[in-house]
């Protein structure tokens, strides 16, 4: 991550995680949102994480699904913040196994270019 406060409007602000603990001063925050916990730590503070070297995007390739109770609410929040989605609010059914999943799902980037898919699990 390259900007904390940045990460922290859009994750926080936006998104409805909640700050666990954080040091700042290290540019670091764990934050969470009904079970996902993320760690925002930012390049060049104390420890780098880091398996090869970074470029804008970040995260190119994968993808993270966050299962939250209702997409609207966050639907909502990123409209009225202006925030782009990648990929627009749909519904899809999924095979998992010998079943079908159907999911109501949109896709954000996050200030780094990471692509976030909040997935709500509908019934059938």
């Not at 420890?47 to 190119?60: C, M, N, Q, S, Y």
């Amino acid at each position: 991550m390259s900007d904390l406060d940045a990460s922290l409007r859009f994750w926080r602000d936006i998104c409805g995680f909640a700050v666990l603990y954080d040091r700042p001063e290290e540019g670091f925050a764990c934050i969470e949102r009904d079970g996902a916990r993320i760690m925002l730590d930012r390049r060049g503070a104390t420890r780098d994480w880091v398996a090869a070297p970074l470029e804008h995007p970040f995260g190119r390739g994968m993808n993270l699904e966050i299962a939250v109770v209702a997409v609207q609410p966050l639907l909502a929040a990123c409209a009225a913040a202006g925030w782009p989605l990648f990929l627009a609010a749909e519904e899809k059914s999924y095979r998992a196994g010998d079943t079908a999943v159907r999911v109501r799902q949109f896709i954000v980037q996050d200030p780094d270019g990471y692509l976030v898919r909040f997935s709500q699990r509908l019934a059938g």
